[in-house]
């Protein structure tokens, strides 16, 4: 199985910055799409951003275009989450995960996630 480990987590100043990373062990993200996830207290797992590990371009929601930017390290074997001009909604557990299947917004369309890292916008 593969398994997920993010990092990067932190405490932040609203407009700040942090660059999550998700590593894989297990196997490579070879054949994956691999996504960020996030989620707050009381709230769902909310879709942040995905990619296709091989090829192709990235998708993001509406709340953190131009803001935020999923890339892939192919020698580290990571995906990373690159994050500007944060705001104190953005505070979450952030989650890594792959589906083999097509790239969603959808938490269930995702076979494996990590364990999450807290991110926190203080105002």
């Known amino acids: 199985q593969v398994q997920l480990v993010e990092s990067g987590g932190g405490l932040v100043q609203a407009g700040g910055s942090l660059r999550l990373s998700c590593a894989a062990s297990?196997?490579?993200?070879?054949?994956?799409?691999v996504g960020w996830f996030r989620q707050a207290p009381g709230k769902e797992r909310e879709f942040v951003a995905v990619i296709r590990w091989s090829h192709g371009s990235p998708n993001y929601a509406d709340s953190v275009k131009g803001r935020f930017a999923i890339s892939r390290d192919h020698a580290k074997n990571t995906v990373n989450l690159q994050m500007n001009s944060l705001k104190p909604e953005d505070t979450a557990v952030y989650y890594c995960?792959?589906?083999?299947?097509?790239?969603?917004?959808?938490?269930?369309?995702?076979?494996?996630w990590g364990q999450g890292t807290q991110v926190t916008v203080s105002s």
């Open positions: 297990g196997r490579t993200f070879s054949g994956y799409a």
């Open positions: 995960a792959v589906t083999s299947r097509i790239a969603t917004p959808r938490p269930g369309n995702y076979d494996f």
